[in-house]
């Protein structure tokens, strides 16, 4: 660390005196030139002769002049930049070491100096907005993995468990089926959830990119819904439909599949026995809505907020139902086929997902070849 101080001094000290070279050099044109112009000024236009005494006596004081100016020029450049530049770089360098070390609560206060619209400022400004945003992508990165460590611990102890129920030997044949039902079912929802991580990465990073044809997509809604049909007829909910003929539209049919999957997956998740799930397709314009409407337990505005953001659940009491990242992946394929997705919700009467997409040209009057 010595060592290290005295490099750094001795690096100040050439910086200085290499400062201090360049004004005097300046200088000393300057002046240089100054003086024989005014000599030359005086002997031709007033007549004055100068003896070469005096000549020697003129050249030792502008010498004088000139190592005065060099140095004062130098103080004053030194004093300069350890307040408007060492500062400020020093107080840098500093928010940056926090950030290395993973504070990224760091902020850096502005100088305000006379050139800080177009100095250290505005790199202070760009500092503390990437401060910002680290400190933001560091939080979805724990919350991230919490949330994942947690919703892979869940299906893992409920296989334990059964798993060592199962070796009991006293089971019935019935509570073996069972259990093993029951252990099908969370490895299941285990292979979803590694799924599911896995899309929505591609989907960040855009390593997916949509494949666009021209389809109909009130014949694609159909088909998805009749996916849940077991689903629906099992809690005796009732399906009602009102999709608008020959709407067609040029995206890509897989990911808008996915899209209508999750959504219908979840209407009918928190959609109670004999509730009623309504799936409607209409146009405005150049727009296609479409929308899902459930009479399920509803959501509250503040979780309408976070709806669409990972892993997270605003009714916990279906969480072994998901795993929080249905709707992130919707989000994220609407965003990414240049549609709009919202939600309305009223807690205990329903809520309704609208998407709007928009239509392929004439779509209204041509039908898919």
């Known amino acids: 660390m010595n060592?290290?101080?005295?490099?750094?001094?001795?690096?100040?000290v050439l910086a200085a005196i290499?400062?201090?070279?360049?004004?005097?050099?300046?200088i000393a044109f300057v002046i240089s030139c100054c003086m024989l112009l005014f000599l030359h000024t005086m002997q031709t236009s007033v007549g004055i002769t100068f003896t070469e005494k005096g000549i020697r006596t003129?050249?030792?004081?502008?010498?004088?002049?000139?190592?005065?100016?060099s140095f004062l020029c130098t103080v004053i450049d030194v004093v300069r930049r350890r307040f408007m530049v060492e500062r400020p770089v020093r107080r840098i360098i500093?928010?940056?070491?926090?950030?290395?070390?993973?504070?990224f609560s760091v902020r850096i206060k502005p100088f305000h100096?006379?050139?800080?619209?177009?100095?250290?400022?505005v790199i202070i400004d760009y500092f503390n907005r990437m401060a910002e945003e680290l400190s933001g992508v560091e939080t979805l990165r724990t919350d991230f993995i919490a949330n994942v460590s947690h919703e892979l611990k869940t299906p893992l102890a409920v296989m334990q468990n059964y798993?060592?129920?199962?070796?009991?030997?006293?089971?019935?044949?019935?509570?073996?089926?069972?259990?093993?039902?029951?252990?099908?079912?969370?490895?299941?929802?285990?292979?979803?959830?590694?799924?599911?991580?896995l899309k929505l990465n591609r989907l960040e990073n855009q390593q997916i990119y949509p494949s666009v044809k021209r389809y109909n997509l009130g014949e694609q809604l159909a088909e998805c819904l009749l996916r849940f049909e077991s689903t629906w007829e099992k809690k005796s909910i009732d399906i009602e439909t009102d999709?608008?003929?020959?709407?067609?539209?040029?995206?890509?049919?897989?990911?808008?599949?996915?899209?209508?999957?999750?959504?219908?997956?979840?209407?009918?998740?928190?959609?109670?026995?004999h509730g009623t799930v309504s799936v409607t397709l209409k146009t405005e314009g150049d727009i296609a809505i479409v929308k899902v409407t459930d009479t399920g337990c509803?959501?509250?505005?503040?979780?309408?907020?976070?709806?669409?953001?990972?892993?997270?659940?605003?009714?916990?009491?279906?969480?072994?139902?998901?795993?929080?990242?249905?709707?992130?992946?919707?989000?994220?394929?609407?965003?990414?086929?240049?549609?709009?997705?919202?939600?309305?919700s009223e807690v205990g009467k329903g809520s309704t997902f609208t998407v709007k997409i928009r239509r392929a040209a004439n779509g209204d009057i041509q039908k898919d070849s």
């Open 243 to 273: 999709i608008e003929e020959e709407v067609f539209v040029e995206s890509d049919d897989e990911l808008l599949s996915l899209v209508w999957s999750n959504l219908f997956s979840n209407a009918l998740k928190f959609t109670e026995a």
């Open 298 to 344: 509803g959501i509250s505005k503040e979780t309408g907020k976070h709806i669409f953001e990972k892993f997270y659940q605003g009714d916990t009491s279906h969480a072994a139902q998901g795993n929080g990242l249905g709707l992130a992946l919707v989000k994220r394929v609407v965003d990414i086929v240049g549609g709009e997705i919202s939600v309305e």
């Open 94 to 103: 500093q928010g940056a070491e926090k950030i290395m070390q993973g504070d």
């Open 3 to 12: 060592r290290e101080n005295v490099v750094r001094h001795q690096k100040r």
């Open 113 to 121: 100096s006379i050139d800080s619209d177009g100095g250290f400022d």
């Open 163 to 197: 798993g060592t129920m199962l070796q009991s030997p006293n089971l019935t044949e019935a509570q073996r089926i069972e259990y093993a039902k029951a252990i099908t079912g969370q490895s299941r929802r285990l292979a979803d959830l590694i799924t599911n991580i």
């Open 58 to 69: 003129a050249a030792i004081l502008t010498m004088g002049n000139v190592l005065f100016l």
């Open 18 to 26: 290499r400062r201090y070279v360049i004004f005097f050099l300046l």
